[in-house]
């Protein structure tokens, strides 16, 4: 979560509630469903840049 929120220049606080909050839309329990609904919505591809 540290790096995301490094990335993004907010907390690692914000960074999980805001995760929380797209998981809550996205109907995602996990970082699995997460990860599955960007394969889904073609926002990556396997092999891709992480």
Do not use: Q
Not at 20 to 47: C, K, M, Q, W
Request: no cysteine; net charge negative; aromatic share 4%.
């Amino acid at each position: 979560m540290d790096g995301i929120a490094a990335r993004l220049h907010i907390t690692p606080g914000t960074a999980e509630t805001h995760l929380a909050n797209i998981g809550s839309a996205l109907g995602a329990r996990d970082r699995v469903h997460f990860v599955l609904t960007a394969y889904e919505a073609g926002l990556v591809t396997p092999g891709g840049p992480a």
